[in-house]
């Protein structure tokens, strides 16, 4: 109590002043002359035009939570745009890998590229499809862009594939143009090679290379790439042939693995006549 009368004592003229307010503020709420009256109504739209003018200044607190919301809207916005950009890409790959499907004679099983590895002489991709899907050794992988290699490999669930970048890859070839015939294979480069092709056929740049009726793996008239270079060497017989692959080995997804089988009358035939060394 005492500690209350001194902070009284200290802060009496404000005390004074506060008190001395109350009551005229009474006084001026009991008295109603005109005067006063004038006064009040003065007063209450001074008051009103003070909140309509504080009313304008935003609430700080208010804007950085609205803020927060709509940073988080844009958010969810961007990641559902991206997944619909995604299902937009993989219908187009999916819609052309029908349209490929529809027009071929073969049975195609599909697949997903599960694992890739790129960076070695012997090139290799995993597919999450296998034996229990009737997927077989030197079954041919196709795209819609065109060839990509065969299966080597098989497990129940999954198998490899051995890619055109692979050192021990082959397949019969030929000039889609001008029916020239060749033996396509890769040697470490950056572009596919078309062997055994003489300087005397007719090959040029831009052509498109596919695959011929000659091949006892790969079906007839899949899309290789395009004749990127030739080039002849000084006393060779054969041109030397860049082929660009039509399909981006890199950015491979989805795959499809033809139900072709070898001829194993074919081959063994082809055996017996092939010369020993």
Known sequence: MQRLINILL??????????????SLILLSLNDNNQIR????????????MQDALS??????????????LRQLNVNLSNEANLLREARLENIKLRAMLGL???????????????????LLRNTITLNIGEQDSVRIDMPIIS???????????????????????????????????????????????FLKLKSVAKTQDVREGDVVITSEYSNVFPRDIRIGIVAKISEKTGSLFRDID???????????????VTMMRDTERTLLEKKITPTK
């Not at 004038?38 to 035009?49: K, N, Q």
């Not at 304008?56 to 919301?69: G, M, Q, S, T």
């Not at 004679?105 to 997903?112: C, E, N, P, R, Y």
Request: proline fraction near 2%; aromatic fraction near 10%.
């Open 243 to 257: 082929v660009k692959p039509s399909v981006d080995l890199s950015s491979l997804e989805q795959v499809f693995v």
């Open 38 to 49: 004038a006064i009040r109504s003065y007063t209450v739209g001074f008051i009103g035009v």
């Open 144 to 190: 819609e862009a065109g060839l990509v290699g065969k299966v080597i490999a098989t497990s129940v669930h999954y198998c490899t594939g051995q890619l055109m970048f692979n050192k021990d890859f082959r397949a019969s070839a030929k000039i889609q143009r001008s029916r020239v015939d060749g033996i396509i294979s890769w040697d470490g480069g950056e």
């Open 10 to 23: 200290i802060f009496k003229e404000y005390v004074v002043l506060a008190l001395l307010l109350i009551v």
């Open 101 to 119: 499907k529809e027009h071929s004679t073969h049975s195609f099983i599909a697949g997903d590229v599960v694992g890739k590895s790129l960076l």
């Open 56 to 69: 304008i200044i935003p609430n700080v607190f208010e804007l950085k939570r609205e803020n927060e919301v």
